[in-house]
């Protein structure tokens, strides 16, 4: 975002420690160009126009942003280099996917859901499962119930590797697997499709 030229505008979220966090210097003909909607809710005020976004965090703001402004919310390494299929929060990915849905943005709910996909398969060739798998899961069956799709992906994951990772001694992932009903009846479900396969 910095090669881009800047604006006057802030955007402000909730950051994770609980308090506002501000992003100034914000371009708001980039967001008119992918959301003129969102583009249109910036309030004029004497230091330019600003815009507080709940939805965002501190995780999610600046990829989001990074979308909005170049139409990917591809993750960099402290060095600059895009991250390709190295392993990275199934979490973010979730939530990035939720803020396409609310903010109509169907290329980012794409490149969100592909993100999923690439997490949860290289998750089945590692010796680790995902990271933030369980946040993703309880995430998902919070905010993104309806979309089964994005819920498919995750549980055939959890299925195809359960005995490997050991999602059974994960106390977390116990507990959702037991608790969260929604959660506990796919997983049957797909090991049931699986003939089970995957004990």
């Known amino acids: 975002m910095d090669w881009y030229p800047s604006g006057s505008a802030t955007v402000s979220f909730p950051g994770n420690d609980g308090e506002t966090h501000y992003i100034h210097k914000i371009n708001t003909w980039f967001i008119e160009k992918r959301c003129p909607l969102l583009a249109m809710a910036f309030e004029d005020v004497r230091s330019g126009s600003q815009l507080h976004l709940e939805a965002l965090t501190g995780t999610t703001a600046y990829p989001f942003l990074r979308f909005l402004y170049t139409g990917s919310y591809a993750l960099t390494t402290a060095s600059g280099d895009c991250f390709e299929d190295v392993p990275t929060s199934l979490l973010l990915h979730v939530q990035l996917y939720r803020l396409g849905v609310i903010f109509d943005l169907a290329e980012l709910r794409t490149q969100a859901y592909v993100n999923v996909l690439r997490q949860c398969e290289f998750g089945c060739s590692s010796p680790d499962k995902p990271i933030d798998l369980c946040a993703a899961i309880r995430f998902v069956y ?3 119930g309806s979309h089964e799709k994005l819920a498919d992906a995750i549980v055939n994951y959890c299925v195809a590797c359960f005995l490997r990772h050991r999602l059974a ?23 049931m499709q699986r003939e089970f396969e995957n004990e």
Do not use: G, I, M, V
């Not at 106390?171 to 796919?186: G, I, K, V």
């Open 169 to 191: 001694d994960n106390a977390d992932f116990r507990n959702l697997a037991y608790n969260l009903r929604p959660f506990h009846q796919a997983l049957c479900w797909n090991s």
């Open 142 to 144: 919070e905010h993104l």
